[in-house]
């Protein structure tokens, strides 16, 4: 299979953004730019189950998804080697599903049922699978981007070549702790990537009542490196987010992306996003991450059946998740009282992979000196040929 | 545990806490200081941040000397922000470190309250997820520190599930239940009095010494009457207990989360008259836990109401006689019991 | 301030809230020396900071208190200027605040009358003794009857016991113990009865009829009760008993129908399990023996003693233990544990000819069976070749109430319909035994 560059494209509005090719060897093979259309369909369909499963009032609470983000959680997770870790956000489902997530928890997760991710101690997207490298969210934002900069801490300490990663959407840079989060992550020249989704609004309040100078211009202040991609664009983030997260592992520090795209449902299931004028998001509709990328891939001579097959395989997948999702029992309310407190630490574990650069690389000789890089390869995780 | 590259500098020579005797007598702050060397040495993993710590030593000096031996990275400067603070922490800990986080005073907690509530308290429960943190609370008044430097917050703690509540009174509690606070897998807050800091001494054991977290300790024993304290008002409950004479108990609780209910109810019922005492405000704190405690369990033990006794519920004043009109004083202390002993 | 202050004190100060020490580094003026007000006239170290000291006042250094070197406690006089100006105004913060000082006292006159308050202690104390509080001296504020003088009191009369240190529920102060104490009877509530009813006569429950009515009360409470019932043909137990209760009568055995319905209703367990279990919060608790608790009607009230690991009883070793059970609970002989650890609770009201029933469950169990009167009456029969007639059979109502939180009424009827089918078969297989 031969390798493909990464290409880097404009953003929505036409603009011309960074665009350099990648100075690494941040290539990747078609297997890989199959496994971005992969990861970002299983978002997608997984998200529009479990809409189905919200509206059937199998959900308590709200809902919340990514529709039109798909590109950014995919595309920024793949840039990352297993004993890297994250803090995702709840619009970036892809990036769980890359790090090796089922759709399955992440359902039963949001009925609260004993099979989610949290067991029913917390809901919808604040989860974070210990055993795959990943902390939960909490709804204070952007609270993670300091825990991401102490996982990061750690390895600049141990000096470990690994990477943190969090995401955070544009509202949160106006939160006192985005500054606290970039300052501490500046000064300490911490190995740490911060994604920041520009979506246009926070909840409703749109980008001109929300900061007066855009917030990627703030990182040069920082002390580091600031960039904007087109966030509906899968391999112009993961390019970005590779470049970024090499430079961490060299000890240059941090980087901040901003991604630029489109929320295309509401803040919730709840918003009707009135707020929203239609052209705008009729433009963005033509623009959508998942069909850009499938475009492109046909038009770079991908078998066009290939690509149908991958979208049926990932529908099979996620009907059999739900399904064992709504299976999954609800808690024991005797867990209620259970786990407040901790009786021993244990370690965070190794995520998945699946970006073939991660291959070949000798479990003996990676970035973890206790060899903690296992198997790193994520291809055909669930079962799906590719 | 990755194996890290931190290079251990070789120790110059101990400063503050001689280690060549069984056990010394240090003052509160040089217990604080003893435990936090004996746990840097002993693990790799330990570490303090917070600010003003490194080259000055902190505001009340218990890391002076620290970034000479253990070097700037594991003796870390922060900038002026106390959710990075303990926010970096969480991360860190979350990765198989173990922050020891310093707010430069107690009442700084507010500004990263959201932090240790919201990330580090509901971890374990949210997501299975350790949290091994230690946030030192240099706490206190009755030095003109004012509204802003003289809180005893600890009731807010209590309010967080998920945290751990540790407040010594001695010199010897100060170093075990700071080690026992290091090793604990939870996030704990440490509120070491500022009141203590000097003018507590003690013996207090060389090299390994915990106190383990959830007992109390019994200070003195007696048969009329009972005090539950806490942190500074354990020496005026001493005091007031030794210059009245009467048979008095004084219980130190030393944890306030988890609290030790059977020590607290052992105590109430062997008297039948109590009186608890902080130096925090009344409303909603400690001394009202621990009274709806004995109310519920001990009802039929209770030969007098529970009285508390602690600051009036306002900031704390800076003038001194406003102060001292408002924290517990020693004569406050003695009226109490007195009323206490004739009813 | 006053012409009086010539003289100005200077204190060591407190640089730092936590500290309450310094040392003299050095004097930087000697005595005699002329000084100006804020003239920087000695240098402190603490553990914190080293700080020059601005003189408080102008004059002269009259005296040294305390030389380099010495550590002095924060606000010691380190010196003393003289012949100047007054004292600044910082040493006005020294006098009296205005309006009240010293302790906040309240006043001891008019003290109320506390001799007929008493404390929860004192009340459960006296009522535990049968102290008549009346004639306790009360040593405490107006009067009042303390701890300390209550056990005086009984110390003075007899040894005092280990009473007071009775503890309540673990979990809820409002709950009752577990093992209902000997509390002596309430008070006749002086309430006027309804004149309706006419002349009543009111009496305290005994303890014992005190204890069955919050159990049963409990157990109500407790459990989702349902009652199941079928109806047997006692024909071949009449007939299997007939052969052998004159022997056993000469061994002392009275062998009762009790004991066949007893041995039908073990097999039943075994192969019905979660009918020999109980409850403990979400859990269902599988007993490995079955403990046979049988209702024993006393004139006082119901006990219930147990045959423990009653699966191993034939018919007759069942019949020779309920006979001794019945015996010594009818002697008042029965221990705490002859009352305990019960799996499955047998009732037999129909030897005073009643003829169905909906028994309460003995918590924390899930089943209790209930015998009812056996009788003679019509029944449909069919012979071997399935020809019906209308026959005269000794009949009665198995009657089972149990728990639907542990199971469900197609169990309850199958563990029946077998129970009975071993009874129509007069329970041959013990015999093997």
């Given amino acids: 299979m031969s390798a493909t560059d990464v290409r880097m494209r404009g953003d929505a509005r036409g603009s011309a953004t960074a665009g350099s090719r990648p100075e690494r060897a941040n290539a990747l093979t078609d297997q890989d730019r199959l496994a971005l259309l992969r990861y970002m369909l299983m978002m997608r369909l997984s998200e529009e189950r479990t809409l189905k499963l919200y509206k059937q009032g199998k959900i308590p609470g709200s809902f919340y998804d990514g529709c039109g983000q798909e590109a950014i959680g995919v595309g920024a997770a793949f840039a990352l080697a297993p004993e890297d870790r994250l803090c995702i956000l709840h619009r970036d489902l892809g990036a769980h599903f890359v790090r090796g997530l089922t759709p399955d928890r992440y359902m039963a997760n949001y009925m609260g049922r004993s099979g989610g991710v949290t067991g029913g101690k917390d809901g919808n997207m604040h989860f974070g699978e210990r055993e795959l490298g990943c902390v939960g969210m909490v709804s204070m934002l952007p609270d993670m981007a300091l825990v991401a900069s102490g996982l990061a801490l750690a390895f600049k300490m141990r000096g470990e070549r690994r990477v943190a990663m969090t995401f955070f959407g544009e509202g949160s840079t106006a939160n006192g702790q985005w500054h606290e989060a970039m300052n501490m992550a500046g000064v300490q020249r911490l190995p740490v990537v911060f994604m920041l989704e520009n979506n246009q609004f926070a909840y409703s309040t749109p980008n001109e009542l929300e900061f007066a100078v855009d917030p990627i211009e703030r990182a040069r202040t920082y002390g580091f490196e600031g ?24 000890g240059g520090g941090p980087t901040l992306i901003e991604c630029r795209t489109m929320r295309m449902h509401g803040h919730g299931a709840h918003d009707d996003m009135s707020y929203v004028p239609e052209e705008m998001l009729a433009e963005w509709r033509d623009r959508d991450p998942i069909e850009l990328h499938a475009e492109r891939l046909a038009a770079e001579g991908f078998d066009q059946d290939e690509i149908e097959r991958l979208r049926a395989a990932v529908s099979e997948l996620v009907e059999s998740c739900a399904e064992r999702a709504v299976a999954s029992p609800m808690p024991d309310p005797e867990t209620a009282e259970h786990g407040v407190f901790a009786d021993r630490w244990e370690p965070l574990g190794d995520g998945q992979a699946p970006w073939s650069r991660w291959d070949d690389r000798d479990p003996g000789h990676g970035p973890h000196a206790d060899g903690g890089a296992g198997s790193s390869n994520g291809h055909g995780d669930l079962g799906i040929a590719a | 545990m990755s194996g890290g590259t931190i290079t251990r500098l070789e120790p110059s020579t101990p400063r503050g806490g001689g280690e060549s005797a069984a056990a010394s007598e240090l003052t509160y702050l040089e217990a604080i200081s003893d435990a936090l060397r004996t746990e840097m040495r002993r693990d790799e993993t330990v570490f303090c941040l917070g600010e003003d710590i490194g080259a000055f030593g902190g505001a009340f000096k218990v890391t002076d000397g620290f970034i000479e031996e253990f070097g700037e990275a594991r003796v870390l400067d922060t900038p002026l922000a106390e959710n990075a603070i303990i926010g970096t922490a969480v991360g860190a800990a979350i990765e198989g470190m173990r922050p020891v986080c310093e707010m430069q005073f107690a009442d700084f907690i507010s500004c990263g309250f959201d932090q240790l509530v919201n990330v580090a308290g509901k971890m374990h429960y949210r997501q299975g997820l350790a949290v091994p943190i230690v946030v030192r609370l240099p706490s206190g008044g009755g030095f003109s ?59 207090v054991p060389a090299g390994e010494h915990t106190v383990p977290i959830g007992a109390a300790r019994r200070v003195r024993e007696g048969e009329e009457m009972t005090v539950i304290a806490y942190g500074s008002a354990v020496l005026l409950a001493e005091q007031a207990a030794e210059e009245l004479g009467g048979s008095i108990e004084v219980l130190d609780l030393r944890t306030l989360v988890p609290l030790d209910r059977d020590a607290v109810l052992a105590a109430a019922r062997k008297t039948g008259k109590v009186l608890i005492a902080h130096e925090a405000t009344a409303s909603a704190g400690v001394g009202a836990e621990v009274a709806a405690l004995i109310s519920e369990r001990a009802f039929e033990d209770l030969d007098a109401p529970v009285r508390r006794l602690c600051a009036a519920d306002v900031p704390i004043p800076f003038s001194p006689p406003l102060e001292q009109r408002v924290l517990p004083q020693l004569d406050d202390m003695k009226e109490a019991l007195d009323e206490l002993a004739r009813y | 301030m006053s012409s009086l202050a010539t003289r100005t004190e200077v ?30 006239i000695c240098e402190v170290t603490t553990d914190k900071i080293d700080v020059e000291i601005p003189c408080p006042g102008a004059g002269v250094l009259e005296e040294i208190v305390v030389e380099e070197g010495e550590t002095v406690e924060v606000g010691t006089v380190i010196a003393i ?20 000082t010293g302790p906040r006292e309240t006043p001891e006159a008019g003290e109320i009358d506390r001799s007929a308050y008493h404390s929860p202690v004192v009340r459960r104390i006296a009522d535990e003794h049968g102290i008549e509080l009346g004639e306790v001296e009360g040593r405490g504020v107006g009067g009042r009857i303390r701890k300390a003088d209550l056990l005086a009191h009984i110390d003075a009369d007899q040894p005092r016991g280990n009473g007071h240190a009775r503890t309540l529920h673990s979990e809820s102060p409002y709950r009752p113990e577990p093992e209902p104490g000997s509390s002596p009877a309430t008070a006749e509530p002086a309430g006027s009865p309804d004149e309706l009813i006419g002349a009543t006569r009111r009496e305290p429950m005994a303890p014992m009829r005190k204890a069955i009515a919050e159990h049963m009360v409990a157990s109500r409470r407790t459990a989702a009760h349902c009652t199941t019932v079928v109806e047997a043909d006692f024909g071949a137990v009449a007939r299997a008993r007939a052969g052998r209760k004159e022997a056993l009568a000469r061994r002392g055995v009275p062998l009762t129908y009790l004991a066949y319905v007893a041995r039908a209703a073990i097999e039943g367990l075994e192969r019905h399990p979660i009918l020999n279990a109980s ?79 909906t028994p309460i469950i003995n918590q924390p169990q899930v089943g209790i069976l209930d015998l009812e009167a056996i009788v003679r009456r019509p029944v449909v029969v069919a012979d071997q070749r399935g020809e019906e007639s209308i026959a005269v059979r000794p009949m009665s109502y198995l009657c089972m109430s149990w728990d639907h939180r542990a199971l469900d009424g197609a169990e309850a009827a199958r563990f029946l319909g077998f129970v009975r089918a071993r009874i129509e078969a007069g329970v041959e297989a013990e015999v093997e035994r």
């Fill in chain 3, 11 to 40: 204190v060591m100060p407190q640089m730092g809230v936590s500290v309450s020490e310094g040392t003299i580094a050095s004097w930087l003026v000697s005595v005699g020396d002329r000084v100006d007000a804020d003239e920087a």
């Fill in chain 3, 279 to 357: 409850i403990d919060g979400n859990e269902i608790v599988h007993h490995e023996d079955v403990n046979l608790g049988i209702a024993v009607a006393l004139d006082r009230g119901l006990v219930v003693p147990v045959i423990r690991r009653a699966q191993r009883l034939s018919v007759e070793g069942l019949a020779a233990e309920i006979a001794e059970l019945a015996a010594r609970a009818r002697g008042g002989e029965l221990t705490p544990d002859d009352v305990a650890g019960g799996t499955f609770t047998i009732t037999n009201p129909g030897q005073f000819g009643a003829v169905i029933a």
């Fill in chain 3, 81 to 100: 200027v003289g012949g100047g100006a007054a004292p600044d105004a910082e040493r006005a913060t020294e006098a009296d605040p205005p309006g009240e």
């Fill in chain 2, 145 to 203: 520190g004012g509204p802003f430097h003289s809180q005893n917050p600890e009731a807010w703690f209590m309010q967080a599930p998920g945290l751990k509540v540790v407040a010594p009174a001695t010199a010897a509690d100060a170093k075990g239940l700071l080690v026992s606070a290091i090793r604990d897998p939870n996030p704990v807050c440490f509120l070491e009095h500022k009141g203590l800091y000097r003018s507590v001494k003690g013996e």
């Fill in chain 1, 227 to 250: 960039i904007t991609v087109d966030g509906n664009d899968v391999e112009a983030v993961f390019g970005a987010a590779a470049r970024a997260a090499d430079r961490a592992r060299d």
